[in-house]
């Protein structure tokens, strides 16, 4: 039955979640914006080690998908996806680009445990139960290709017992973590036969300091500075044949490249998350700072008379919140096993405008503070930005959004 | 936990309202906006639907069926996406019955409530708007006096519903100049008292066919056992709650009527060598539209929730209220955009949807839910 109450078990981890977020991130907030290629390995010791009570793929229990639901009057339902959600926008209500620094699978390990072979799983994914922090990245975009993901150029041959990758790789979320500095690895997409098109992309680990495998560039960001963004370049990079995701078959149709694809379907309600954890951030400020004067929010009043501040910080609870519920609507329909391409990508859509106009919004509204950098609003400005571009600009995601709605193709619609 | 799904019992009044107006309401709605009135047998086979009977307790020979303001939601969407007219026609004698479940006194509960379970609709309604620029539920200027032993009323009331036919009228008044919600109470008028004088059928944008009318009230004198709830008086702020809730609602239905037709004439349509909808500014104007929609019935259903726990909603019905209002306007203006030229004329139905959806913005006091 419809219904808007957090279990006691997410609603606990939002709980500790916050206590972290403002006792350990907000702290180091702005130190970490300023000294961009820095790590704060304090803060990264820390969350490993919490980390490690939670790893990607679930504790080997009963359900094993992870799921939390320890008290009797907990559903029995899996509360994963939406749980993550949760947790996501709590971290990022911290800070964004450290929640993304946080040692851990990531998207990476989210491509292994979604496509992977148990054997692959346990090779790959077992490692972040121990030892010192690990990242695991994801590699796709390239300097030619972006959204147009089917376009990609870098290329893996088979030889032998062995893959060689050859390309160029930009815009990689820990990737100098991933593959340089840490016992982690990359998901790198490259295409096994570029005439086959869609079809021919398949996924590759690549294990950090596997030769040919060089972190050329760490970018230099407008935010989400303590998050390394990496450019990799692949020379001959050799790699065993069973790094391949999935089958090395290249099918006569992309049922193989769809089935990548759909990790964002999973991925792209927590970017939303996240986005939200910024702009609630920014919203909370606002609040507060309005609240310290003469200001009051009159909930009620006939509309044209409230003010034009009041107004302004209605339309940003309002439409913030609206973009949660799309993206908890989104994370629970995977909880339930249902397919959520369309959710996913209007929640996607909905939150990265939102937060981009909340955030920049606030800024406004603090006058002459916002715009000072003794005040975090205007990182979250600049974090919050980055939201509508990733995991899906918003273009596409609104491309994906009208395709499914008008039942197009991407030929009748491009 | 979290969750979006109703319930097999909603699911099954969802579609039976969503059969209604599909097959007997969507055919008449252009008509009847044409001609000012609907056709007494599609208000006859709605009443059928039992939407107001299933409030009434038991004991005053209704379903007795239990409140709850997500399935009230549902309905009231279902409902509009049929007609908006057509939804207020019908669910308009709720408007008195509701807060007499709620608030009544047990003398006006028995007065009352038997008269909806009888024989077709019974005509009752409530007044809360007036015709000012600053209206405001908040600072109404309807009053009531108190003094010899009862009530007196002046002021005015406008979009009345079913007043050209009501036979009873719950009039809501400040008994104090601006003192907020806690001040109105709710006065049952019946026609014909002296006072009262109710005025010729209203000309309004939209909602051609739907009844409305604006009351005079002038040294309106009613009886102390007139006060809804009588010496306990009502909860006003939450039955505006509930109105907005509902018309939150109503406005998810008329925009996805407008949205559905929109979508279906865009693919239809060809310009260019191919369909309208194969061109990134309409399809894109059509997946905002759509998440729009979805966007508003969440805030609403969640407020809903919340007003069904018994919890204070006043903050959520108002958001959830003002970007429904902002949203059914975007979409149907939208829609009309979507079919150009044909958008104008009076052939197609996304003038009329957008000309009932601009009033979602000024519409208080339909508390249908």
Same mark, same amino acid.
């Given at each position: 039955?419809?219904?808007?109450?957090?279990?006691?078990?997410?609603?606990?981890?939002?709980?500790?979640?916050?206590?972290?977020?403002?006792?350990?991130?907000?702290?180091?907030?702005?130190?970490?914006?300023? =000294?961009?290629?820095?790590?704060?390995?304090?803060?990264? =010791?820390?969350?490993?080690?919490?980390?490690?009570?939670?790893?990607?793929?679930?504790?080997?229990?009963?359900?094993?998908?992870?799921?939390?639901?320890?008290?009797?009057?907990?559903?029995?339902?899996?509360?994963?996806?939406?749980?993550?959600?949760?947790?996501?926008?709590?971290?990022?209500?911290?800070?964004?680009?450290?929640?993304?620094?946080?040692?851990?699978?990531?998207?990476?390990?989210?491509?292994?445990?979604?496509?992977?072979?148990?054997?692959?799983?346990?090779?790959?994914?077992?490692?972040?139960?121990?030892?010192?922090?690990?990242?695991?990245?994801?590699?796709?975009?390239?300097?030619?290709?972006?959204?147009?993901?089917?376009?990609?150029?870098?290329?893996?041959?088979?030889?032998?017992?062995?893959?060689?990758?050859?390309?160029?790789?930009?815009?990689?979320?820990?990737?100098?973590?991933?593959?340089?500095?840490?016992?982690?690895?990359?998901?790198?997409?490259?295409?096994?036969?570029?005439?086959?098109?869609?079809?021919?992309?398949?996924?590759?680990?690549?294990?950090?300091?596997?030769?040919?495998?060089?972190?050329?560039?760490?970018?230099?960001?407008?935010?989400?500075?303590?998050?390394?963004?990496?450019?990799?370049?692949?020379?001959?990079?050799?790699?065993?044949?069973?790094?391949?995701?999935?089958?090395?078959?290249?099918?006569?149709?992309?049922?193989?490249?769809?089935?990548?694809?759909?990790?964002?379907?999973?991925?792209?309600?927590?970017?939303?998350?996240?986005?939200?954890?910024?702009?609630?951030?920014?919203?909370?400020?606002?609040?507060?700072?309005?609240?310290?004067?003469?200001?009051?929010?009159?909930?009620?009043?006939?509309?044209?008379?409230?003010?034009?501040?009041? =107004?302004?910080?209605?339309?940003?609870?309002?439409?913030?919140?609206?973009?949660?519920?799309?993206?908890?609507?989104?994370?629970?329909?995977?909880?339930?096993?249902?397919?959520?391409?369309?959710?996913?990508?209007?929640?996607?859509?909905?939150?990265?405008?939102?937060?981009?106009?909340?955030?920049?919004?606030?800024?406004?509204?603090?006058?002459?503070?916002?715009?000072?950098?003794?005040?975090?609003?205007?990182?979250?400005?600049?974090?919050?930005?980055?939201?509508?571009?990733?995991?899906?600009?918003?273009?596409?995601?609104?491309?994906?959004?009208?395709?499914?709605?008008?039942?197009?193709?991407?030929?009748?619609?491009? | 936990?979290?969750?979006?799904?109703?319930?097999?019992?909603?699911?099954?009044?969802?579609?039976?309202?969503?059969?209604?107006?599909?097959?007997?309401?969507?055919? #008449?709605?252009?008509?009847?906006?044409?001609?000012?009135?609907?056709?007494?047998?599609?208000?006859?086979?709605?009443?059928?639907?039992?939407?107001?009977?299933?409030?009434?307790?038991?004991? +005053?020979?209704?379903?007795?069926?239990?409140?709850?303001?997500?399935?009230?939601?549902?309905?009231?969407?279902?409902?509009? +996406?049929?007609?908006?007219?057509?939804?207020?026609?019908?669910?308009?004698?709720?408007?008195?019955?509701?807060?007499?479940?709620? +608030?009544?006194?047990?003398?006006?509960?028995?007065?009352?409530?038997?008269?909806?379970?009888?024989?077709?609709?019974?005509?009752?309604?409530?007044?809360?708007?007036?015709?000012?620029?600053?209206?405001?539920?908040?600072?109404?200027?309807?009053?009531?006096?108190?003094?010899?032993?009862?009530?007196?009323?002046?002021?005015?009331?406008?979009?009345?519903?079913?007043?050209? #036919?009501?036979?009873?009228?719950?009039?809501? *008044?400040?008994?104090?100049?601006?003192?907020?919600?806690?001040?109105?109470?709710?006065?049952?008028?019946?026609?014909?008292?002296?006072?009262?004088?109710?005025?010729?059928? @209203?000309?309004?944008?939209?909602?051609?066919?739907?009844?409305?009318?604006?009351?005079?009230?002038?040294?309106?004198?009613?009886?102390?056992?007139?006060?809804?709830?009588?010496?306990?008086?009502?909860?006003?702020?939450?039955?505006?709650?509930?109105?907005?809730?509902?018309?939150?609602?109503?406005?998810?239905?008329?925009?996805?009527?407008?949205?559905?037709?929109?979508?279906?004439?865009?693919?239809? #349509?060809?310009?260019?060598?191919?369909?309208?909808?194969?061109?990134?500014?309409?399809?894109?104007?059509?997946?905002?539209?759509?998440? @729009?929609?979805?966007?508003?019935?969440?805030?609403?259903?969640?407020?809903?929730?919340?007003?069904?726990?018994?919890?204070?909603?006043?903050? @959520?019905?108002?958001?959830?209220?003002?970007?429904?209002?902002?949203?059914?306007?975007?979409?149907?203006?939208? *829609?009309?955009?979507?079919?150009?030229?044909?958008?104008?004329?009076?052939?197609?139905?996304?003038?009329?949807?957008?000309?009932?959806?601009?009033?979602?913005?000024?519409?208080?006091?339909?508390?249908?839910?």
């Amino acid at each position: 039955m419809i219904e808007f109450k957090l279990s006691s078990a997410v609603a606990r981890m939002r709980q500790i979640t916050h206590a972290v977020a403002e006792g350990m991130m907000r702290p180091i907030s702005r130190e970490f914006d300023e =000294r961009e290629h820095e790590k704060p390995w304090d803060f990264i =010791r820390t969350m490993w080690s919490v980390s490690k009570d939670n790893p990607v793929g679930g504790k080997r229990g009963k359900s094993g998908n992870g799921a939390a639901a320890e008290e009797a009057d907990d559903p029995v339902r899996n509360e994963r996806n939406l749980g993550m959600c949760v947790t996501v926008e709590e971290l990022s209500w911290g800070d964004a680009g450290l929640y993304l620094s946080i040692p851990n699978a990531g998207l990476g390990g989210a491509a292994v445990n979604a496509a992977g072979t148990p054997e692959q799983r346990q090779r790959f994914l077992d490692r972040f139960k121990e030892g010192d922090p690990k990242w695991a990245a994801m590699a796709i975009t390239e300097p030619g290709c972006g959204s147009d993901s089917a376009a990609i150029q870098t290329t893996a041959v088979r030889d032998g017992d062995s893959w060689i990758l050859n390309g160029e790789k930009i815009f990689c979320t820990s990737g100098l973590m991933a593959a340089q500095e840490s016992k982690g690895f990359v998901v790198v997409w490259a295409t096994v036969d570029k005439s086959a098109g869609r079809a021919g992309i398949k996924a590759f680990i690549v294990e950090a300091g596997t030769p040919g495998m060089k972190v050329t560039k760490v970018e230099k960001k407008l935010g989400i500075r303590a998050s390394d963004t990496a450019s990799l370049v692949f020379t001959d990079c050799r790699i065993p044949l069973t790094n391949i995701l999935g089958s090395a078959e290249v099918p006569k149709t992309s049922e193989g490249f769809k089935g990548v694809m759909a990790t964002f379907d999973a991925t792209r309600p927590l970017v939303a998350a996240s986005a939200i954890g910024v702009a609630r951030a920014a919203l909370d400020f606002v609040k507060d700072e309005l609240c310290k004067g003469e200001f009051s929010l009159r909930y009620g009043v006939t509309p044209t008379k409230l003010s034009a501040i009041e =107004r302004d910080i209605m339309d940003m609870e309002t439409q913030l919140h609206a973009a949660r519920l799309l993206t908890w609507r989104a994370a629970t329909m995977l909880d339930e096993g249902q397919h959520n391409n369309l959710e996913a990508s209007m929640a996607k859509a909905k939150a990265g405008l939102v937060v981009t106009q909340v955030t920049q919004k606030a800024v406004e509204l603090l006058g002459p503070v916002g715009y000072s950098r003794n005040c975090l609003v205007e990182k979250w400005m600049r974090d919050a930005k980055i939201n509508d571009i990733f995991e899906g600009t918003q273009q596409i995601n609104m491309l994906v959004v009208a395709r499914r709605i008008l039942g197009y193709s991407r030929q009748e619609l491009p | 936990m979290i969750d979006f799904t109703p319930t097999e019992e909603q699911r099954m009044i969802r579609e039976s309202v969503a059969a209604y107006a599909r097959d007997a309401v969507r055919p #008449r709605a252009r008509d009847a906006d044409e001609d000012g009135t609907i056709p007494g047998e599609v208000i006859d086979t709605g009443w059928e639907l039992g939407l107001v009977q299933s409030a009434i307790p038991e004991a +005053y020979g209704g379903f007795g069926s239990q409140r709850s303001a997500i399935t009230g939601t549902l309905v009231a969407e279902e409902l509009a +996406y049929g007609d908006l007219a057509v939804a207020l026609h019908l669910l308009a004698p709720r408007l008195l019955a509701q807060p007499v479940i709620d +608030y009544g006194s047990a003398r006006q509960k028995e007065r009352y409530l038997p008269r909806f379970t009888h024989n077709g609709l019974y005509p009752a309604t409530a007044a809360v708007m007036e015709p000012r620029i600053d209206f405001d539920l908040a600072g109404l200027t309807t009053v009531a006096r108190k003094g010899g032993g009862g009530w007196t009323l002046s002021g005015r009331k406008c979009l009345v519903p079913l007043g050209s #036919r009501a036979e009873t009228f719950l009039v809501y *008044a400040a008994t104090e100049r601006s003192s907020g919600y806690s001040a109105v109470e709710g006065f049952f008028v019946d026609r014909g008292t002296p006072g009262l004088s109710i005025g010729e059928r @209203e000309r309004n944008m939209g909602l051609r066919a739907l009844d409305t009318v604006e009351l005079t009230l002038d040294g309106c004198q009613v009886p102390g056992e007139n006060r809804l709830g009588e010496e306990t008086g009502c909860d006003f702020e939450r039955i505006m709650d509930a109105s907005r809730l509902a018309l939150a609602g109503l406005a998810v239905g008329v925009a996805r009527s407008a949205y559905d037709y929109a979508r279906q004439y865009a693919k239809e #349509r060809r310009a260019f060598g191919r369909a309208i909808a194969q061109n990134q500014a309409i399809a894109f104007m059509l997946a905002e539209m759509a998440i @729009e929609i979805d966007a508003v019935r969440l805030l609403a259903w969640e407020a809903a929730w919340k007003f069904d726990q018994g919890e204070r909603v006043l903050r @959520e019905s108002y958001l959830a209220k003002r970007y429904a209002a902002d949203m059914v306007l975007k979409v149907a203006d939208n *829609a009309v955009q979507v079919l150009g030229g044909h958008g104008y004329i009076r052939d197609y139905p996304v003038e009329m949807w957008l000309r009932n959806a601009r009033g979602f913005a000024s519409f208080e006091g339909l508390a249908i839910v």
